[in-house]
């Protein structure tokens, strides 16, 4: 089981960050990644880090104010999402890749467990 945590309302420009903990199975097997879904948007992944933390990979839109990491001693894979945007604005899923590093990494048939969700909303 994964559980997403940590959205809520921020205005912008201003950061958060998001957790995914991971129960039921050790998280530092598999590599983890987040994907968002906007109202009315396809989902879309945006980040993904391997079993050891020392791969981490962005989409084009993450890149520069996303960064992904990792506390296997914790079971945990956070998100810290900095100088937000309205755009930023979405449910944000972690799930769990089907091996420990992040090969087709934006595609959904790469991951076989999902959590539920968190909301970001990026509004003044």
Known sequence: ??????????????????????????ADDYGIGWFRQAPGKAREGVSCISRSGVS??????????????????????????SSLKPEDTAVYYCARHLYPTCGSRWYFAGYNYWGQGTLVTVSS
């Open 1 to 26: 089981q994964l559980q997403a945590s940590g959205g809520g309302l921020v205005q912008p420009g201003g950061s958060l960050r998001l957790s995914c903990a991971a129960s039921g199975f050790t």
């Open 56 to 81: 981490t990979y962005y989409s084009d839109s993450a890149k520069g104010r996303f960064t992904i990491s990792r506390d296997n001693a914790k079971n945990t894979v956070y998100l810290r999402i």
